[in-house]
């Protein structure tokens, strides 16, 4: 899954900045806030291909989800349909 890759990448990046940040003698608050504004660039840079791929995954995602495919709403409606022909409803009440 590309979203995972990509989550991975970006706190591995925030783990180097912060080793970095300690090693450069930064510490408490600061060594924090400048580690999350470092990784954050540094991934918009370099991380750009993973995040498109991510962002294709959620969209492909998000589609299949619309149009039916996949998720608890085609469940409940195949139970739905069965049932009614269970019982001889059709869907009425």
């Known amino acids: 899954m590309?979203?995972?890759?990509?989550?991975?990448?970006r706190l591995l990046l925030l783990a180097a900045a912060i080793g970095?940040?300690?090693?450069?003698g930064l510490r408490s608050w600061?060594?924090?806030?400048?580690?999350?504004?470092?990784?954050?660039?540094?991934?918009?840079l370099v991380l750009a291909r993973q995040k498109d791929a991510a962002a294709l995954w959620l969209a492909e995602r998000a589609e299949r989800r619309r149009s039916g495919d996949e998720g608890l709403g085609?469940?409940?409606?195949?139970?739905?349909?069965?049932?009614?022909?269970?019982?001889?409803?059709?869907?009425?009440?």
Do not use: N
């Not at 590309?2 to 990448?9: A, C, D, N, Q």
């Not at 970095?20 to 450069?24: N, R, T």
């Not at 600061?30 to 918009?44: G, H």
């Open 20 to 24: 970095v940040g300690y090693a450069a």
């Open 30 to 44: 600061l060594l924090l806030l400048v580690a999350i504004v470092v990784a954050f660039a540094v991934s918009y």
């Open 74 to 93: 085609k469940v409940i409606d195949e139970d739905a349909a069965a049932e009614d022909s269970a019982f001889g409803t059709d869907g009425e009440r």
């Open 2 to 9: 590309p979203l995972v890759t990509y989550t991975v990448l």
